[in-house]
């Protein structure tokens, strides 16, 4: 079975500045997609980026972008420019490619980002 | 288009008692999923269904019951709540296969009493 650790239960950034978020996972397969989904006080999970194993080049959306390192089985997200919307749990997630595992996700435990003036 | 709508917001139950939480998604998406959310745990899977009439057990299904009589609802049974069933449940649907992502729902807050 997959899973997905984030070790960082709390992050502080303050305005203007860049963050990193990180997340490592375990698996054994070769072909997955990983996800960050942000989750605002409103409680709606909104996602924030996702990456196919398969590609080389890291995803980038704006100001997020992931630092994608296949072998080591880590998945970082970092925020730039941060702004104060921008606070709120950050979650992980893993699904795999495979056929058959009905596109479940497995998710890390979040890391909650609070933005500073 | 509404996305993925969750019926109620809000609900409080004694223990013993039963409720359904309805979830709806108007996009035509083959899976749903119920996850349940807790401090400190992240998202864990309940029950999910890959297409209308089928349903299969997630990480922790034990004391839900599931139905997916239509394509576009999914509903959550909890027959006798107990207070370890007090948590944020939140439904998604997905597409079927290609990277595409999970919407959620608003989510539900249930305390059992």
Known sequence: AQTVTQSQPEMSVQEAETVTLSCTYDTSESDYYLFWYKQPPSRQMILVIRQEAYKQQNATENRFSVNFQKAAKSFSLKISDSQLGDAAMYFCAYRSALTGTASKLTFGTGTRLQVTL | ?113
């Not at chain 2, 049974?77 to 449940?89: D, I, R």
Request: hydrophobic share 30%.
């Open chain 2, 1 to 113: 288009n509404a996305g993925v709508t969750q019926t109620p917001k809000f609900r409080v139950l004694k223990t013993g008692q039963s409720m359904t939480l309805l979830c709806a998604q108007d996009m035509n998406h083959e899976y749903m999923y119920w996850y349940r959310q807790d401090p400190g745990m992240g998202l864990r899977l309940i029950h999910y269904s890959v297409g209308e009439g089928t349903t299969a057990k997630g990480e922790v299904p034990d004391g839900y019951n599931v139905s997916r009589l239509k394509k576009q609802n999914f509903l959550l049974g909890l027959e006798s709540a107990a207070p370890s069933q007090t948590s944020v449940y939140f439904c998604a649907s997905s597409y079927r296969q290609g990277s595409y992502e999970q919407y959620f729902g608003p989510g539900t807050r249930l305390t059992v009493t």
